[in-house]
């Protein structure tokens, strides 16, 4: 009897599951067409707006020879063989745009026409035109393009802001040179600050998705399900797989009047490096809670240096405006113009005190990294051997300094120097912290050949560096 009973009762729940499952999947099939075609549709319709950029430019490559060229022992001999000094070499270089104005206008990456001498775009009808810089912004890596072209297609841009993580983003553009190649997926996170994989410059508030972005990928749009820019994708992480990085569009936006009307973009800098309070700082810095900006160092010949901010202070308040932490303050100074007046409210050796700093106009000619860091006029940025530091490159040495990140596309393709470099001399003088460094720098000149001594995984060697225009370049 409980056999026939147990029998009864697994066939009345299977007929239950089975009709509940078959109600399921009419009710999908209801909501759902049976075949979707949704991102196929976007693509078919985005398509003619995305373009190829091919560009062009020239290396000049020194001869190592050339020292000797003058010498009266080899004169001779190349009179007889006779020697460039200095050649040209042709580089080329891809990427990806997109076209945002009907008359001609194509957004892309800053580092994908960096230094062109020639732009050809191509668009997927296999139309070319030569391609022109209008506007571009090393900072935010954004630059625009013009041919002269009408009625081409262009791409509506959407709102990043709205974005939501987990959303359905579509990428689109030339990876290793494969035109309109297509990758789907999601939205995985909003705000990152990360270091361009492409440029090697650090900035802020990207966006983050799992849709494949490679090499060549760079300046192509980023879209949502509904065919509207979010995104100008710019930045891999290498090795990593499911992790690429857009520029939000809502950045762009905001730039193109000034890029398209000037050619650049006008900022405001104050000469500050700034880190967030943490919860096991406070006490140290006599602080209640973990609200404000710490300055972490502190630009020379900058307005904050000849306003007598220091390192180590902390600023809680610009103008009138609390500053919770980094981000907050570069927020509340972002559109102001130069020559503008602020007064900032900071903490130093446990008591409130109010700075005015007047702000400058960020020079750009030079290069964006010689107004930021006085390291980065050298192609590389130092540090200090910390044990974190340590750590992370597994370095064999505590005296010296640490090369931490490098910005020169010439070094990083030589490979004289690395990341995690331990540089030991400067000119045989020994350097055995950021102090040293800083005191060797003054006795470089322009025009200068330079030789560092070099610690690399417990092996030393010599880097002839030489000093162009306060620029130091590997030959």
Same mark, same amino acid.
Request: contains cysteine; hydrophobic residues 40%; glycine residues 8%.
């Given at each position: 009897?409980?056999?026939?009973?147990?029998?009864?009762?697994?066939?009345?729940?299977? /007929?239950?599951?089975?009709?509940?499952?078959?109600?399921?999947?009419? *009710?999908?099939?209801?909501? !759902?067409?049976?075949?979707?075609?949704?991102? *196929?549709?976007?693509?078919?319709?985005?398509?003619?707006?995305?373009?190829?950029?091919?560009?062009?430019?020239?290396?000049?490559?020194?001869?190592?020879?050339?020292?000797?060229?003058?010498?009266?022992?080899?004169?001779?001999?190349?009179?007889?063989?006779?020697?460039?000094?200095?050649?040209?070499?042709?580089?080329?270089?891809?990427?990806?745009?997109?076209?945002?104005?009907?008359?001609?206008?194509?957004? @892309?990456?800053?580092?994908?026409?960096?230094?062109?001498?020639?732009?050809? &775009?191509?668009?997927?009808?296999?139309?070319?035109?030569?391609?022109?810089?209008?506007?571009?912004?090393?900072?935010?890596?954004?630059?625009?393009?013009?041919?002269?072209?009408?009625? $081409?297609?262009?791409?509506?841009?959407?709102?990043?802001?709205?974005?939501?993580?987990?959303?359905?983003?579509?990428?689109?553009?030339?990876?290793?040179?494969?035109?309109?190649? /297509?990758?789907?997926?999601?939205?995985?996170?909003?705000?990152?600050?990360?270091?361009?994989?492409?440029?090697?410059?650090?900035?802020?508030?990207?966006?983050?998705?799992?849709? *494949?972005?490679?090499?060549?990928?760079?300046?192509?749009?980023?879209?949502?399900?509904?065919?509207?820019?979010?995104?100008?994708?710019?930045?891999?992480?290498?090795?990593?797989?499911?992790?690429?990085?857009?520029?939000?569009?809502?950045?762009?936006?905001? $730039?193109?009047?000034?890029?398209?009307?000037?050619?650049?973009?006008?900022?405001?800098?104050?000469?500050?490096?700034?880190?967030?309070?943490?919860?096991?700082?406070?006490?140290?810095?006599?602080?209640?809670?973990?609200?404000?900006?710490?300055?972490?160092?502190?630009?020379?010949?900058?307005?904050?240096?000849?306003?007598?901010?220091?390192?180590?202070?902390?600023?809680?308040?610009?103008?009138?405006?609390?500053?919770?932490? *980094?981000?907050?303050?570069?927020?509340?100074?972002?559109?102001?113009?130069?020559?503008?007046?602020?007064?900032?409210?900071?903490?130093?050796?446990?008591?409130?005190?109010?700075?005015?700093?007047?702000?400058?106009?960020?020079?750009?000619?030079?290069?964006?990294?010689?107004?930021?860091?006085?390291?980065?006029?050298?192609?590389?940025?130092?540090?200090?051997?910390?044990?974190?530091? @340590?750590?992370?490159?597994?370095?064999?040495?505590?005296?010296?300094?640490? !090369?931490?990140?490098?910005?020169?596309?010439?070094?990083?393709?030589?490979?004289?120097?690395?990341?995690?470099?331990?540089?030991?001399?400067?000119?045989?003088? @020994?350097?055995?912290?950021?102090?040293?460094?800083?005191?060797?720098?003054?006795?470089?000149?322009?025009?200068?050949?330079?030789?560092?001594? &070099?610690?690399?995984?417990?092996?030393?060697?010599?880097?002839?560096?030489?000093?162009?225009?306060?620029?130091?370049?590997?030959?």
């Amino acid at each position: 009897m409980n056999r026939k009973i147990k029998f009864e009762f697994l066939l009345c729940f299977s /007929v239950l599951i089975l009709f509940l499952l078959t109600g399921w999947v009419q *009710a999908v099939n209801s909501i !759902i067409p049976e075949e979707t075609n949704l991102v *196929a549709d976007i693509v078919e319709k985005v398509g003619p707006s995305v373009v190829y950029v091919d560009t062009l430019s020239y290396k000049t490559y020194r001869n190592p020879l050339s020292p000797f060229f003058n010498d009266p022992f080899f004169r001779d001999f190349f009179d007889i063989f006779p020697q460039p000094e200095e050649r040209r070499i042709p580089q080329k270089g891809l990427g990806s745009g997109f076209i945002f104005r009907s008359d001609g206008y194509i957004l @892309t990456n800053e580092h994908v026409i960096q230094g062109a001498e020639q732009i050809k &775009v191509t668009l997927k009808d296999g139309r070319e035109f030569d391609g022109k810089v209008i506007g571009s912004d090393p900072l935010t890596d954004i630059a625009i393009i013009k041919v002269d072209a009408t009625d $081409l297609p262009a791409l509506p841009l959407g709102d990043s802001d709205r974005a939501r993580v987990g959303e359905w983003m579509i990428a689109i553009g030339n990876p290793y040179g494969l035109s309109h190649t /297509v990758t789907v997926g999601v939205l995985s996170a909003k705000g990152r600050p990360i270091y361009s994989g492409d440029s090697g410059r650090e900035y802020e508030n990207f966006l983050q998705t799992d849709a *494949a972005i490679n090499p060549g990928n760079s300046g192509g749009p980023l879209l949502n399900i509904k065919g509207e820019v979010i995104g100008i994708n710019t930045a891999i992480l290498p090795y990593a797989q499911g992790v690429g990085f857009a520029i939000p569009i809502n950045m762009a936006k905001s $730039l193109l009047d000034p890029l398209i009307e000037t050619g650049k973009v006008v900022r405001s800098w104050v000469g500050i490096y700034l880190q967030d309070i943490t919860p096991d700082m406070i006490q140290q810095f006599g602080l209640n809670e973990p609200k404000g900006a710490l300055i972490a160092d502190v630009v020379p010949n900058s307005p904050a240096s000849r306003a007598g901010i220091q390192r180590g202070d902390i600023i809680l308040k610009v103008d009138d405006e609390e500053i919770v932490n *980094a981000a907050v303050f570069h927020a509340a100074i972002q559109d102001k113009k130069p020559g503008i007046q602020l007064t900032l409210s900071v903490w130093r050796d446990n008591q409130a005190k109010e700075i005015t700093v007047i702000l400058e106009e960020l020079v750009t000619e030079g290069g964006v990294e010689s107004a930021l860091s006085p390291d980065l006029q050298f192609g590389f940025e130092v540090g200090e051997i910390t044990s974190e530091l @340590t750590r992370k490159y597994n370095l064999r040495t505590k005296s010296g300094v640490v !090369i931490i990140r490098i910005d020169s596309q010439e070094i990083i393709e030589t490979g004289y120097l690395r990341e995690g470099d331990v540089i030991l001399q400067l000119n045989r003088q @020994t350097i055995r912290d950021l102090q040293g460094w800083n005191a060797a720098l003054t006795m470089v000149e322009p025009g200068d050949t330079i030789i560092l001594l &070099v610690n690399r995984r417990g092996r030393t060697f010599f880097v002839p560096v030489e000093v162009k225009s306060s620029s130091l370049l590997v030959p």
